[in-house]
């Protein structure tokens, strides 16, 4: 059974920061795509960031320049720091790890950014 430990949302104010966290195990994190989605009500499952095995990152248009997705290899976690968060990040926000035809998913946690 793969698992995909989340932590780190919250409720934030617009321009706040939040960092979540994605703990796996040490075989998924080391030959593992890592990713980061979100899902808002109503709305489909959409990519936010994805690491690779040698940390090369990919990001979303709509958060760059304010999202960093990186690698603890000694924690085999990945973590999603958000900066300057805008309402319209509101979304539930899920941790991926991808290979071939594996696909895995953490369970969750919610992100809002509202005053």
């Known amino acids: 059974q793969v698992q995909l430990v989340e932590s780190g949302g919250g409720l934030v104010q617009p321009g706040g920061s939040l960092r979540l966290s994605c703990a796996a195990s040490?075989?998924?994190?080391?030959?593992?795509?890592m990713a980061w989605y979100r899902q808002a009500p109503g709305k489909q499952r959409d990519l936010v960031a994805s690491?690779?095995?040698?940390?090369?990152?990919n990001y979303a248009d709509s958060v760059k320049g304010r999202f960093t997705i990186s690698r603890d290899n000694a924690k085999n976690t990945v973590y999603l720091q958000m900066n300057n968060l805008k309402p319209e990040d509101t979304a539930v926000y899920y941790c991926?790890?991808?290979?071939?035809?594996?696909?895995?998913w953490g369970q969750g946690t919610q992100v809002t950014v509202s005053s």
């Open positions: 040490r075989t998924i994190f080391t030959t593992y795509l």
């Open positions: 690491t690779s095995i040698n940390s090369i990152t």
């Open positions: 991926n790890a991808k290979r071939a035809i594996w696909d895995y």
